[in-house]
């Protein structure tokens, strides 16, 4: 069992910046892919990004990528986005999910066995 708790949210304008953490419990986090999804208001759950494993394989959606950047810490058990250059669009609930095991990071969300309970990010312009 898996339990994420992500941290990190908040309010911050247009072009600012914000890093996400999602702190994991049990032994085998670092076995686990991990993904960033977000859901804003009104609309369905979206990917953001994911990380393989062992770290080394990362992807990104097409919305955020060269903006956001996702990494790890096994010797934490933590994972975490840095969002660079916000945009309102940015704005969502955003989760961390758990995909086990030895597996590479996915975008779809039916892959994963674990999610957090979320963190918002407003964006305002």
């Known amino acids: 069992q898996v339990q994420l708790v992500e941290s990190g949210g908040g309010l911050v304008q247009a072009g600012g910046s914000l890093r996400l953490s999602c702190a994991a419990s049990?032994?085998?986090?670092?076995?686990?892919?991990m993904g960033w999804f977000r859901q804003a208001p009104g609309k369905e759950r979206e990917f953001v990004a994911a990380?393989?494993?062992?770290?080394?394989?990362?992807r990104y959606s097409d919305s955020v990528k060269g903006r956001f950047t996702i990494s790890r810490d096994k010797a934490k058990n933590t994972m975490s986005v840095v969002m660079n250059s916000l945009k309102p669009e940015d704005t969502a609930v955003y989760y961390c999910?758990?995909?086990?095991?030895?597996?590479?990071?996915?975008?779809?969300?039916?892959?994963?066995?674990?999610w957090g309970q979320g963190t918002q990010v407003t964006v305002s312009s």
């Open positions: 999910a758990a995909r086990g095991s030895y597996r590479s990071g996915s975008s779809d969300e039916d892959d994963y066995d674990y």
């Open positions: 049990g032994r085998t986090f670092s076995s686990y892919a």
């Open positions: 990380i393989s494993w062992s770290g080394i394989s990362t």
